[in-house]
């Protein structure tokens, strides 16, 4: 029985359906239907049932996933067991925020492939809540303020960040000097997040109100930049346009606690070495590059 075919089989059970399989695997979906066929050719029953929305598992399809899920994770505990020391193989997909992952975390993630010349990376960018176990991601790299889940998270480094806004913005409305001021500002926002901002040792925090939302930094900061609002921003996204007086820091007397950029995984197993790989190498970056070389 062919490891491959195994390993198709739970994608396409996991999934839901061939297209998103593939989309997952990085293959084409002739391979996995090809697989797909062979394996059940093989057992001599069938294991999914193929509908114009994707497909379902049998029910005997259903008792073979968990035994063919199982298999595959000893496989690759094996596979690691005999590598080198060090070396890693199989496949690591990762779920990476577009705004400060394309600049910061996308070399961390380049010098892991090349570390490891047998670790296929599949790196998939986005902003969007990507989820964990039905998308098929070994872990992700989530930037910010972490809501409760049932994901287990590893913090790997601070994110310094602060208020913004544009010279054009202060000069009709003014800048905020308290957080009970914010009320009387429009505030950038990806959703219907609260803002907190430190006084001393106290946190105060503060629900902000707005009407225009973004679920990307980088868009908030050209919202910012147009004089729509105040934005909370991190270090990385404001720093240039800071620099050239673009935008002006606001209410610096109560700066933003610092978030943090973490590596979550789904529940309820140990990590792969991969993904503790990774969290080590991010860890070692932020490190190296201290908190002005790391701020985003």
């Not at 049998?58 to 063919?68: K, L």
């Not at 298999?71 to 199989?90: F, M, N, Q």
């Not at 070495?273 to 790391?294: H, M, N, P, W, Y």
């Amino acid at each position: 029985m062919d490891i491959e075919e195994l390993h198709t089989f739970v994608e396409v059970a996991d999934a839901g359906g061939v297209s998103p399989a593939a989309r997952r695997l990085g293959v084409s979906k002739s391979i996995v239907s090809r697989r797909l066929l062979r394996l059940e050719a093989e057992l001599g029953i069938q294991l999914l049932t193929r509908t114009t929305r994707g497909a379902a598992l049998t029910e005997a399809g259903a008792t073979f996933r968990d035994y063919a899920a199982r298999a595959c994770a000893e496989i690759d505990v094996a596979r690691e067991t005999i590598l080198p020391s060090g070396d890693l193989c199989g496949r690591l997909r990762v779920a990476v925020p577009i705004s400060f992952g394309i600049t910061h975390l996308a070399p961390v993630l380049a010098k892991m492939a090349r570390l490891h010349p047998q670790l296929h990376v599949h790196a998939s960018y986005s902003d969007r809540f990507v989820d964990l176990v039905a998308e098929g991601f070994d872990c992700a790299i989530r930037v910010g303020y972490l809501q409760d889940s049932d994901l287990i998270a590893r913090r790997v480094g601070p994110i310094y960040g602060k208020l913004v806004a544009s010279p054009e913005y202060i000069e009709t409305h003014g800048a905020p000097e308290t957080p009970d001021d914010l009320s009387a500002h429009q505030a950038l926002m990806q959703g219907t997040e609260v803002w907190q901002f430190l006084d001393g040792d106290k946190i105060i925090t503060v629900r902000p109100q707005g009407r225009f939302k973004a679920d990307n930094a980088t868009a908030l900061n050209a919202a910012a930049l147009a004089g729509l609002g105040i934005a909370w921003l991190p270090d990385g996204v404001t720093d240039e346009f800071v620099a050239c007086g673009a935008l002006v820091p606001v209410m610096t007397r109560y700066p933003p606690p610092p978030a943090g950029a973490y590596v979550v995984r789904p529940p309820g197993r140990h990590p792969a070495r991969k993904v503790r790989v990774l969290t080590e190498l991010l860890i070692a970056c932020f490190e190296e590059g201290g908190d002005s070389g790391q701020n985003g």
